[in-house]
């Protein structure tokens, strides 16, 4: 089993509906981060959380919510989905600070298209 | 501005030749310096991480290097094969965020048999 689960894998959904995709990791890390992949472009980060009472928004946070439910749970919604929105989602957990060399550890993806 | 730059864009190369990608960054104050490899489709896997002291690190076939002063690093792929096409990413900590990683836009490498 991957230590960092994603699911949906694949979700098509049309403009306006709300959208969850859920992500649950084994690894035992404090550090859960939400990150959005576009064609051509950088992953950007929406949302990261370092502990379950602990989230922060990214560089791309509009439109988005997350939810930790517990360490291993971290949630992201789309409360109204836009076809902007349309993107491959990554969930990934760390055990250390990043600056101080902590290693991300990636789910499989969830690829989203809102129609 | 933070930015990562890499080269070139796309790579195809025969299998069992070498081949070297290319990473500028301007990320200010900077921490350390990360190469990732993505399948299609698949996350992202971490292949080294260097700091501001380290120029050379391996991982089996693959070799990064770092310039700290020109703010260069590459990948080198040695004898490649088919299982190394993908996208590989460089990636750039700033010392300054607990958080933050600027990411390159990748150079997607394919193998031709």
């Known amino acids: 089993d991957a230590d960092v689960t994603q699911t949906p894998r694949n979700r098509i959904t049309k403009t306006g509906k709300r959208i969850m995709l859920e992500c649950s990791q084994t690894k035992g890390h404090d550090r859960m981060y939400w990150y959005r992949q576009d064609p051509g472009l950088g992953l950007r980060l929406i949302y990261y959380s370092f502990d379950v009472k602990d989230i922060n928004k990214g560089e791309i946070s509009d439109g988005y919510s997350v939810s930790r439910q517990a360490q291993a749970k971290f949630s992201l919604s789309l409360e109204s989905a836009i076809p902007n929105q349309t993107a491959l989602y990554f969930c990934?957990?760390?055990?250390?600070?990043?600056?101080?060399?902590?290693?991300?550890?990636f789910g499989e993806g969830s690829r989203l298209t809102v129609l | 501005k933070n930015q990562v730059e890499q080269s070139p864009q796309s790579l195809i190369i025969l299998e069992g030749k070498n081949c070297t990608l290319q990473?500028?960054?301007?990320?200010?104050?900077?921490?350390?310096l990360r190469w990732y490899k993505q399948d299609t489709g698949r996350g992202p896997v971490s292949l080294t991480i260097m700091t501001f002291s380290e120029n050379t690190k391996s991982n089996g076939r693959y070799t990064a290097t770092l310039d700290a002063d020109t703010k260069q690093s590459s990948l080198h792929i040695t004898a490649s094969q088919l299982s190394d096409s993908a996208s590989y990413i460089c990636?750039?900590?700033?010392?300054?965020?607990?958080?933050?990683?600027?990411w390159g836009a990748g150079t997607k490498l394919i193998i031709k048999p």
């Open positions: 990473c500028n960054y301007t990320v200010s104050p900077f921490s350390n």
């Open positions: 990636v750039v900590t700033r010392m300054d965020s607990n958080y933050q990683l600027i």
């Open positions: 990934a957990t760390s055990d250390l600070r990043l600056a101080a060399g902590g290693e991300l550890f």
